[in-house]
C-alpha cells in the first residue's frame, strides 16, 4: 500500500478468532439462504455484462435483520468496533457476497458506493481462502439523486488491496471502490458492512 492511500483505506489482518472464522466459514458452506443477483451494483450502473452477477445472503438489511444466523454474525460488528477504534451507531447492511471466476477475466466489476451519504463506513472481510483483490478510490460520490454509473477512466487513483483470508478493510461508505474475480479460485466470499458512525 502507498502512503498517500493509506489516508482513506485502513486493513487489519486476522481480524476474527480462528475458530470464529472456521465456524462462519462452516456456515457459508452448508446452512446459509443465498439470492441471486443479476447486476452486482442492485442495476445502479446500467451495467450488462452478462458475467456480473454474484450469490448474496443478506444479514441484515436496511437496519433490520433479515436472516436467522443474526446473533451468530452480529459479534463481529465489536471486533470491527475493536479493531478500528470506532463506534457504529447502526448497521445499515450486512451481507455475504460470493463471486465466481469467468470465462473471460474481468479486471474488476463495476465501481459503485456503498451509501452516498457522508458518516457511513464499509468493512470488507475476506472470509475464504480465495483471491480477487478490492479497488479502493481516491474519489468520493455523495450525489443525493443516486447516480452509481462510474466509468472506469474517471477514476484516477485507486488503492489495491490484496485479498488474503480474515483480513478486513475499512473505508468511507461513499468511496468509490470495486471487487475483483477470483482468478485462481472458483469463488471469491466476503462479507459487506456497512454501518453508521
Known sequence: MNNESERFVQVIDDALPDNYLKDIIRLVNSNLTWDFREDIN?????????????????????????????????????????????????????????????????????WHTDSNVIGYKSVVLYLDDSDGDTLVSNLCHTNPLGDFSFPIENIQSYETVEYKQNRMVLFDSHRLHCGSFPKEHKCRTVMNLVMAV
Open 42 to 110: 442492485y442495476d445502479r450502473t446500467g451495467n450488462t455484462d452478462i458475467w456480473n452477477k454474484m450469490m448474496v445472503a443478506p444479514i441484515i438489511q436496511n437496519a433490520a435483520s433479515v436472516s436467522k444466523h443474526y446473533d451468530f454474525l452480529y459479534p463481529i460488528i465489536y471486533l470491527v468496533e475493536e479493531k478500528f477504534q470506532l463506534k457504529a451507531k447502526s448497521i445499515f447492511r450486512m451481507k455475504i457476497n460470493k463471486t465466481f471466476t469467468v470465462p473471460h477475466y474481468l479486471e474488476s466489476r463495476e
